[in-house]
Each structure stands twice: as structure tokens, then as C-alpha cells.
T-cell receptor
């Protein structure tokens, strides 16, 4: 079983739609959680950290469910510019900041 | 405001050749790491360093060497290139555990 699993998609949604991605992780010792965004042929960039209480940044909301070992990302009012691959990233306790990546979920927002 | 700089951006090697991928950061970050990204596999950790003079292996270290003589630089050496090393390589740095990781622009390597 992969340590971090994501549905690869693609998710094709119209502009203005709300879309949600989930990511499951296998190791209960995971301590830090992030969503990164990667545009085609570019480097990953941090979208947002994920906190236990959930957090919001504009149109983006991230949630963590430790009991079920998954994190989620909700994007409201999708824009064309949101088209990208969204990477779920986990850091295990005591692993000196080694990031473990999911394979990514591709989002395509259309007119 | 350079951040993380990787060179070269593209490289074609013949099987058996060696080369060094360069990575430099100007943010005084202690943590640096190398990843490779392959279709359907996600980013996988090759080697990482928690400070100058300290390196350790990641998930897929075979065929690669690293060194960290300064805080700024973390080169990745391919000892004898193989077609299986065809990939996109990313260098990253961060200031510590749980902190944001900054990535270089990547190196697209093809081994023929």
C-alpha cells in the first residue's frame, strides 16, 4: 500500500464549480500535512498547510481527519487558473522533514 | 531573490556517462533534498541533508551520490547513467521540520 494515495483524476469541472479532493495516508505517525500545487512542467509550490482544526485561504479549504487518516482540499468558485495538479504531502514524525508525496490529482477547469 | 537554483534545466546523457546536477539556495536553509518525478510515481526522495556535512539516503538512492560541504550547495552526482534514471529531478530546501519546501525549477534528464 502506498504511504500517500490520491485519485489521479483528471477532474474536469466548469468554471465556478466547487470541487473536492481527498488524500489518504497510511502511517498514523504522520505529523505534518500540506497541499502543493504543480503546474505542467513546473516545480511544486506550497498551496497551503493543513491543520487539525481545518483552515481556509480564500477559495481553498483544507481539512484533516486523523481518525480516518485522510486530508481533503475543497476549491470553491473554480477558476481557469486553478487548472493544475494538486499534490498531497505528508511528513512523518521524526523523519527530519522528509516529504512524502502522493502522485497528485489533476484538475482541469473549463469554460 | 533567487531561491533555489538548479542547473542544467535539460540534459541528455549516454548510458554509462557521469554528471553532476547542481543545486544552490540563498535562503540559509538547513534542510535540502533531491527528488525524482516519474509519471504515475509521484516525487520520490533520493537523498537529503539536514545541514552542512550531513547527508542521508532517501527512498531511491541507488546510482546517486551527494555531498553537502556548504549550507548553500547540494549537488547530486550520477555515477554511471542508466536509462532507468531518465526522469525530472527537483532539488528542494526548507528551514526545518514542517516548514514550507521551496523547489528548484527542475532538471529534465534523458539517458539514451
Amino acid at each position: 500500500r502506498k504511504e500517500v494515495e490520491q485519485d489521479p483524476g483528471p477532474f474536469n469541472v466548469p468554471e465556478g464549480a466547487t470541487v473536492a479532493f481527498n488524500c489518504t495516508y497510511s502511517n498514523s505517525a504522520s505529523q505534518s500535512f500540506f497541499w502543493y500545487r504543480q503546474d505542467c512542467r513546473k516545480e511544486p509550490k506550497l498551496l497551503m498547510s493543513v491543520y487539525s482544526s481545518g483552515n481556509e485561504d480564500g477559495r481553498f479549504t483544507a481539512q484533516l481527519n486523523r481518525a480516518s487518516q485522510y486530508i481533503s482540499l475543497l476549491i470553491r468558485d473554480s477558476k481557469l487558473s486553478d487548472s493544475a495538479t494538486y499534490l498531497c504531502v505528508v511528513i512523518l514524525t521524526g523523519t527530519a522533514s522528509k516529504l512524502t508525496f502522493g502522485t497528485g490529482t489533476r484538475l482541469q477547469v473549463t469554460l | 531573490n533567487a531561491g533555489v537554483t538548479q542547473t542544467p534545466k535539460f540534459q541528455v546523457l549516454k548510458t554509462g556517462q557521469s554528471m553532476t546536477l547542481q543545486c544552490a539556495q540563498d535562503m540559509n536553509h538547513e534542510y535540502m533534498s533531491w527528488y525524482r518525478q516519474d509519471p504515475g510515481m509521484g516525487l520520490r526522495l533520493i537523498h537529503y541533508s539536514v545541514g552542512a556535512g550531513i547527508t542521508d539516503q532517501g527512498e531511491v538512492p541507488n546510482g546517486y551520490n551527494v555531498s553537502r560541504s556548504t549550507t548553500e550547495d547540494f549537488p547530486l552526482r550520477l555515477l554511471s547513467a542508466a536509462p532507468s534514471q531518465t526522469s525530472v529531478y527537483f532539488c528542494a530546501s526548507s528551514r526545518g521540520v514542517g516548514a514550507e519546501a521551496f523547489f528548484g525549477q527542475g532538471t529534465r534528464l534523458t539517458v539514451v
